[in-house]
């Protein structure tokens, strides 16, 4: 047992603030030192009022003492370690004193110290009060420790404290908050103190709990709602993914006439934000404005959250940037939307900015920012943010934050580092799991991501949806046509699972790319849901690869009808006529473009050097060093040519001669980016590069000899997987 103090046998009694040898109370309350208390903003102030007390002997009063204490335990100019250093130099202290220590524990970073305190409180034969208990079930509260708090529950009965209002919900929000459900639905039962707060505490449980059925009937019970009610089953809704029904209750929450405060305008900008709510968002940014309550700081970051989920950027910038006193919340909101809405190099110009604001990053901050160093190849600072989370947050429990470092190192085309991540995650988590299998399959490397899948179950991990998007993927991109069949049919009828559409695209795409197109056909009519441009796209893909033209226009026609806006289609038709020799069906479907205003998306390729990411279009002039750069891509395409390189211009869009044909060819994104690196690296470094666009049969083959020309291992990400160029192979073996 943890509590086995003989204290615990005690009746109630009176207890008091003082003993008898302090200075009368009205003297010390008025004394002009303890009155500086009020307006002190800092540790350094509140040392030099210490200072003023001893010198006037106030120090040999528990009062005294006792406020100096509240001030450094509670305040947000305070200090805790120094609130500790007065209380161990005090003989006894009071019950006051004790109930402060425990309180500024309860607000601590380690809530699990208030307990402590209180077993030395119970050892030094201080009897707690009613002013004791509900800090400390907040701490039980707050770690989790229901074991402790089942204690302190027992303590609470034997004093007779139960029937007192506070800790009565104090008891109710600990078991809720740690999942024990039944045991707050006892207290609650078992007690006549049914007001609206311990209603609130209880629904809150239940809804953070995801019962949202049995949070609805407390909620419909309540006698009085008040606003903190609505906030908890509006908050529980927002907080279980359930969007629609939080907001619908804000709705009638303003019909009933109740009046929304700060906390149910975050919890209803939070559900806006989630679901794309923006006229809703925009009415509550209104409702702010209206109250005068711009520059409430927790409201901003919420507008913030709001509009750059909604996909409003200008607002939400303009907003953060009108913000004169940023914490890390509006940092963290304004780079999360940068990258939720793909705007990944303004996120880490943003975060760059964070870093010289000196303001200090945490477990937020590097989970926005590592999905813009995946998605830009940015390895360099995804290392530096790797040692900082090694450094800072070693005893960190988050799962999520390992998953996205091997997210990261994956899709920066540095496998061996995602592998070294997933072997020392402790524990793993399902996302981990599923990371590393679908960054192996990204890679190439089928064999090794279904094993991994055999380890994970062996170790009693069951797989999910997303897991066998990885496996299928993985059989996709090594063309294991059975084997995909094998998994694919494992996932329905072992684990039943209902396959989506990403599931239907692997498999679509792994039986097309075979040639398979009868089968391709029959997945698509079992489908329960329609192909998307994603399927139709690779079908069609397919199409230009065994050169079915009959079957291609078809696909093209389902493509146009469902995408209208999307060019991608027609350039893919265009080479499929192209291949086929059909200049004037390739002629047709260029003016087709041009009368619909659509262009062919442009070919990018980025390259990071020396933590900053290059970004190269075909054709590209604008970078500075630009004459050094097209200087080495001459260099390059001579020793091609010596190489006995012949570029392929089967893949060019429009019947132009070979010779302009060759040119449109070596100046391809993916040859700059190439080029830049060979220039500005050592020698034998690595060059990696992320590609916008699937790679082009003619700079895979140079790129096979450039790595062998310049003994260079080019890791290469394209829109659909990585090719390690090296020796003069590449890891796709050619089937991409």
């Known amino acids: 047992m943890l509590f086995s103090s003989p204290s615990l046998v005690l009746s109630p009694s009176s207890l008091h603030l003082l003993p008898s040898s302090d200075p009368p109370y009205k003297l010390l309350k008025n004394h002009p030192s303890l009155s500086l208390l009020s307006k002190c903003k800092s540790i350094e102030n509140l040392k030099q009022i210490h200072s003023q007390i001893i010198k006037t002997g106030l120090h040999n009063t528990q009062f005294a003492l006792s406020k100096l204490i509240e001030f450094c335990a509670i305040s947000p100019f305070g200090d805790l370690s120094y609130a500790l250093s007065i209380f161990e130099l005090i003989d006894d202290p009071n019950v006051f004193i004790w109930n402060t220590i425990i309180r500024g524990h309860s607000l601590s970073y380690s809530p699990i110290l208030a307990v402590t305190f209180y077993v030395r409180m119970l050892h030094a034969g201080v009897e707690p009060n009613s002013y004791t208990f509900p800090f400390l079930l907040k701490s039980c509260a707050l770690v989790p420790a229901t074991h402790e708090g089942r204690q302190i529950h027992t303590h609470v ?11 009565h919900t104090s008891l109710i929000n600990m078991y809720a908050r ?4 039944s045991d707050a639905r006892l207290v609650f039962d078992k007690s006549s103190l049914r007001d609206a707060v311990s209603f609130t505490a209880l629904i809150t449980g239940y809804a953070s709990g995801g019962y949202l059925d049995d949070a609805q ?12 009610s609505w906030n908890a089953i509006i908050a529980g809704y927002a907080q279980s993914g359930k969007f629609g029904e939080a907001l619908a209750f804000f709705q009638e929450m303003l019909r009933e006439k109740a009046q929304p405060n700060e906390s149910t305008m975050v919890s209803v900008l939070s559900a806006c934000a989630q679901s794309g709510s923006l006229e809703l968002g925009k009415w509550v940014h209104s409702w702010i404005e209206d109250r005068g309550l711009g520059s409430n700081l927790r409201l901003v970051n919420a507008l913030i959250d709001m509009y750059s989920k909604c996909g409003d950027l200008e607002k939400a910038c303009g907003l953060f940037d009108g913000i004169c006193q940023r914490d890390r919340i509006s940092w963290n909101v304004m780079i999360g939307g940068y990258t939720h809405m793909s705007h990944y190099k303004e996120a880490l110009v943003l975060f760059r900015k964070m870093q010289q604001s000196n303001e200090e990053p945490n477990e937020v901050t590097f989970l926005s920012i590592l999905p813009a160093c995946a998605n830009l190849g940015a390895l360099d600072l995804g290392k530096w943010i790797h040692a900082y989370i090694d450094k800072n947050f070693s005893k960190s429990t988050n799962t999520s934050l390992p998953t996205s470092l091997i997210d990261m ?3 920066c085309g540095n496998i061996k580092a995602a592998l070294q991540v997933f072997d020392s995650a402790k524990p793993r988590s399902l996302a981990s799991w599923n990371a590393m299998i679908s960054g192996l399959a990204m890679h190439g490397h089928a064999d090794m991501s279904l094993r991994l899948f055999s380890e994970m179950t062996e170790e009693g991990y069951e797989p999910d949806d997303i897991t066998f998007v990885g496996l299928l993927a993985a059989c996709s991109h090594a063309g294991l046509v059975e084997v995909g069949r094998q998994y694919f049919d494992t996932m329905i009828r072992k684990y039943k699972i209902s396959p989506k559409v990403h599931h239907y695209g692997c498999m679509i795409d792994l039986v097309s790319r075979a040639g398979l197109f009868d089968e391709a056909e029959a997945l698509m009519k079992n489908m329960e849901m329609k192909p998307d441009g994603a399927i139709w796209g690779s079908l069609l893909q397919a199409c230009r690869v065994h050169g079915n033209v009959e079957l291609g226009e078809f696909v093209a026609r389902q493509l146009f009808e469902l995408e209208p806006k999307n060019p991608g289609g027609y350039v893919l038709l265009s080479n499929i006529y192209a291949g ?4 004037d069906d390739v002629a047709r479907i260029r003016t087709r473009l041009n009368e619909k205003g659509m262009k062919k998306i442009p070919g990018g390729t980025s390259i990071e050097v020396d933590s900053v990411v290059h970004e190269f279009l075909v054709g590209d002039k604008s970078h500075p060093q630009s004459r050094e750069i097209y200087k080495m891509v001459e260099e390059i395409d001579e020793l091609l040519e010596f190489s006995g390189h012949v570029p392929n211009t089967s893949e060019v869009l429009y019947d ?16 700059l980016a190439i080029a830049y690196g060979l ?15 699937r790679v082009c049969g003619n700079c895979h083959s140079a790129t096979k000899l450039i790595s062998k020309i310049f003994d260079r291992e080019i890791i290469a990400r394209d829109r659909n997987r990585f090719h390690h160029f090296k020796d003069g192979f590449c890891s796709c073996m050619d089937y991409w």
């Open 580 to 583: 086929a020799g059909r200049w």
């Open 157 to 167: 009965l034997k004093l007779g404290l139960d029937s007192d209002a506070f800790v």
């Open 178 to 181: 740690n999942g024990e459900l």
């Open 679 to 693: 220039i500005s690296t050592n020698p034998g470094t690595t060059i990696r590069i992320v590609k916008n666009l």
């Open 656 to 671: 132009i001669d070979e010779e302009w044909k060759e040119g449109a060819l070596s100046h391809h994104s993916e040859k």
């Open 217 to 228: 009937r407390l909620f419909d019970e309540i006698p009085v709602r008040d606003v903190v």
């Open 409 to 411: 190192y994956a899709k």
